[in-house]
């Protein structure tokens, strides 16, 4: 029994410790800084302009944190592929493939959107992981 359990503890411990490490790399608030970020920020952004400029400062931090400036021109069509189209209530589950390159469908997932709709709603793309 002894042979099982000491095992089992080293694994959970492990992975607990693993974990807070995961959560704690980088910069982070503690909940009760969060807290006073957060009624500083709705002090801060109380209408939609205001809102609008802090949303430009977001978006800007994404394309350069993610160095999307950097990323090569997109050229030519994605040529997506739509099978399996299961209508539910009052959305579409549809699986597609992306040709990401001439001949190669790396990005695969289900793809949800409302049904029966010809105004513009958003769609959720869920990705499907293979191997």
């Known amino acids: 029994m002894k042979k099982f359990i000491l095992p089992v503890l080293f694994f959970l411990s492990m992975n607990i410790h693993s974990?807070?490490?995961?959560?704690?790399?980088g910069h982070?608030?503690?909940?009760?800084e969060t807290n006073l970020m957060m009624k500083k920020f709705a002090q801060s952004w109380n209408d939609i302009d205001s809102w609008e400029k802090r949303a430009?400062?977001?978006k800007q931090g994404i394309i350069d944190g993610m160095k999307l400036k950097n990323m090569p021109a997109?050229?030519?069509?994605?040529?997506?592929?739509?099978?399996?189209?299961r209508k539910m209530d009052g959305y579409i589950v549809e699986n597609i493939a992306i040709e990401s390159f001439p001949g190669f469908y790396q990005i695969t997932g289900n793809l949800y959107r409302p049904d029966g709709n010809d105004e513009k709603y958003?769609?959720?793309l869920s990705?499907?992981?293979e191997g």
Do not use: Y
Request: glycine content about 4%; hydrophobic content about 40%.
């Open 28 to 32: 982070h608030w503690t909940e009760d």
């Open 74 to 85: 997109l050229k030519g069509e994605f040529n997506p592929v739509i099978r399996n189209s």
């Open 56 to 58: 430009a400062i977001i």
């Open 122 to 124: 958003a769609a959720i």
């Open 127 to 129: 990705r499907t992981c």
């Open 19 to 25: 974990q807070d490490n995961m959560l704690c790399m």
